[in-house]
């Protein structure tokens, strides 16, 4: 491996001009929700929100291998999911915007090696958002190693892992709150197809999110997804995610018993366009079945329905338990700047109530980076 290279005794100040890099970005957000019944077979009312999202952050390169960096965005800083602010819903007319650090990160990287300490993007392959949201950015320890071959079956090979601090106790490691993830990334067949095996632990987590668990849990989900490059003109890739806990909660008196053998999950997408550049476009249709313990619902996306904590006074979405589809649509403009049009219909898998949760959502997004 080659060794860091010496710090020179002086930077001037184009170097260091350059060694700065700022970015931005800003979206705005039409919303509406209907059709959103609850287990008791009453509805919520429709509901319809302008949003917006706002990020920036910056990185500074210490030398051709690291450097640190991080990135401030809008949102409620109690929700790690959701970084949109909805107009009008300040609990004074008119009020100001909290602002949160999402990201903060010492960072290391070679050909064949990348890891970074601090709160920062995990090291994951993923082609959706069902498992693990964009917009949650974990605390700990990530390494990534790659190799590249040019043997016909094997193009390259990766593992990503990743030891993250979901809950400080106060006491030795071992008893603390965490994820520890393991993936192997392998692509073949002349880079069509992708395959990204995997293991996740979530050790003695909460039930709920935001300290408002009633009791704690363990998640040992093996993970087997691939991806294959079916078309190159237009450009079309078809993917699956499959999701098995293999943790048994047959005894577990807290766990409902409807809800204890509920461990399976399994996300079909299709994707055909690409955007890269003025004039671009894009259709994606995702497909999800998510058991209620396939996945940690407050680490997921937030986007598919309105089910959430608030009801317990935590900021968390619970989208697990339920199948759906989605709707996806893009245009790019340039590089930078893009319309999304997103299109959501949901029902709940097992309901404790006399009737099961549905949820119809649409969205239009107005996105550009700086």
């Known amino acids: 491996m080659k060794p860091l290279a010496q710090t020179p005794p002086a930077t001037s100040p184009a170097k260091a001009k350059q060694a700065l890099k700022f970015t931005s970005d800003f979206r705005f957000r039409l919303e509406h929700d209907w059709n959103s019944q609850r287990t008791d077979g009453s509805f919520r009312d429709d509901r319809s929100r302008l949003r917006y999202r706002f990020r920036f952050g910056l990185h500074y390169t210490l030398d051709e291998h690291s450097g640190f960096g991080g990135r401030l965005r809008s949102g409620n800083i109690n929700d790690q999911q959701g970084p949109h602010v909805t107009l009008g819903n300040n609990t004074a007319e008119f009020g100001l915007t909290q602002v949160g650090l999402e990201k903060l990160y010492y960072t290391y990287q070679n050909a064949w090696f990348t890891g970074w300490v601090g709160k920062n993007t995990m090291l994951l392959q993923k082609e959706n958002e069902l498992f693990w949201n964009d917009n949650v950015f974990p605390e700990g320890v990530a390494l990534r190693f790659k190799w590249q071959y040019k043997h016909p079956l094997l193009q390259s090979l990766q593992v990503n892992w990743g030891h993250y601090v979901i809950d400080s106790r106060g006491q030795t490691l071992d008893n603390d709150g965490y994820l520890e993830v393991l993936q192997v990334v392998l692509q073949t067949w002349n880079k069509r197809l992708l395959i990204y095996p995997g293991f996740y632990y979530f050790n003695n987590i909460g039930n709920l999110p935001d300290g408002k668990s009633s009791f704690h849990l363990s998640y040992a989900l093996c993970h087997l997804g691939a ?131 549905t949820g119809s959502r649409i969205r239009l997004d107005l996105n550009i980076g700086f």
Do not use: C
């Not at 991806?227 to 098995?244: E, R």
């Not at 005894?251 to 999950?265: A, C, E, K, T, W």
């Not at 299709?270 to 313990?293: R, S, V």
């Not at 979405?317 to 299109?343: C, D, H, P, V, W």
């Open 227 to 357: 991806k294959v490059n079916v078309l190159n003109k237009p450009h079309l890739n078809v993917s699956a995610d499959y999701y098995h806990n293999l943790q048994d909660y047959s005894r577990h008196d807290s766990i409902p018993n409807v809800l204890q053998n509920q461990r399976q999950g399994l996300v079909v997408t299709a994707k055909l366009g690409k955007i890269k550049k003025k004039g671009d476009w894009a259709i994606h249709l995702y497909y999800a079945y998510l058991q209620k313990f396939s996945i940690v619902d407050y680490f997921a996306q937030n986007d598919w329905a309105r089910w959430d904590y608030s009801a317990i006074g935590a900021a968390g979405s619970r989208l697990s338990n339920f199948q759906g589809l989605e709707l996806r649509m893009i245009y790019a403009f340039n590089k930078k700047f893009n319309l999304n049009l997103r299109t959501y219909l949901v029902e709940q898998l097992v309901t404790r109530g006399e009737f099961r949760e």
